[in-house]
């Protein structure tokens, strides 16, 4: 039902859809221009490496290919890429310091302004029925969006390093034996699928709740936390299912579907996070001027969880 109605309010707000594709084209731009003085240098330790090439194999590749093969294709890529990151930083620790600042903290920052703004659109639909300025809720909400990403680079980097390192682990295994390449497959799907799904739904109530109360990123951040507590088993599932849409997208177009889903994951993370923030606080919301949706109250539905509970 909560999904159900997600796609529903993403498709009366697809128009959301391109103002954050505009702005996240923008800040890949400020980020092309941070590592401007560097680009010829990373050129050539990718090119060396023989990045590229393989990067142009794993982009050309399908499900039709086999996963044997696109497995081979990531695993090759992930070495091309450590041994250009091995070369540069031995040759230029400068830059390379500054390199690895861009990517892993001024990135993520600059790629997560757009949250809370496009929450907040949301909720103003969700509440009226207006469809605000993405650029005005921007202005007004920079500051809030300014805590919120610093403060989310700061929990996120260190989940997806783990992630990132127990990925190349598994991809490793591939190795192993043919055997390993016909199970593999199967772990790595619940791999990648568990630890994005369980990162989504983690996160999935702290823009939402920045909105609804009007505090800053610490407060609505427990807030958010809490919200999620209250029905954790089927957020986690129903982002599950989000994901795997999102993989068979990856797996049947390659990844140059990337250009796509980025955003329309951030469209759906806006619109599916604050339909759980709305029923988990009790709230009714619009679907459209003829489709509203009565939620429990918030005193109703923790009353029906602790007679379950008793029982």
Known sequence: MKLNNSIKLSIANFNL???????????????????????????????????YNNLSELFNCAIFQGVSVILERIYTTFNSVGMAVSEFA??????????????????????????????????????SLNKNSFTVNFVDNLGKSSSYSLLKVV????????????F?????LSRISIEMQIVLPILMFIYLTFFVALNMTAISGWAPSIVAFNKGAACSFKKGIKSVSRNFTSTLSSF???????????????????????P????INAVFGQVLFFE???????????????????????SIKKVKYKI
Request: proline share 4%; hydrophobic share 55%; with cysteine.
């Open 17 to 51: 859809f391109w103002k954050i594709l505009v702005y996240k084209v923008i800040a890949i731009g400020i980020i092309l221009l941070l590592l401007l003085p560097l680009i010829g240098q990373i050129h050539t330790y990718l090119t060396n490496a023989s990045f």
């Open 168 to 172: 190349y682990g598994l991809l490793s």
């Open 240 to 262: 599950s299912v989000v994901t795997i849409c999102m993989y068979a997208l990856f797996l049947i177009f390659g990844l140059y579907s990337i250009v796509v889903v980025f």
């Open 90 to 127: 031995t040759s230029n620790t400068f830059g390379f310091i500054y390199t690895i600042f861009v990517l892993l903290l001024v990135t993520p920052y600059l790629l997560l302004l757009s949250d809370v703004p496009a929450s907040e659109s949301m909720y103003s639909y969700m509440t």
């Open 280 to 302: 988990s606080q009790g709230m009714d919301y619009y679907i459209s001027p003829e489709n509203i949706v009565k939620t429990r109250k918030l005193e109703q539905a923790d």
């Open 155 to 166: 929990i996120e980097v260190p989940f997806w390093a783990l992630f990132t390192a127990g």
């Open 264 to 267: 329309l994951m951030a469209l």
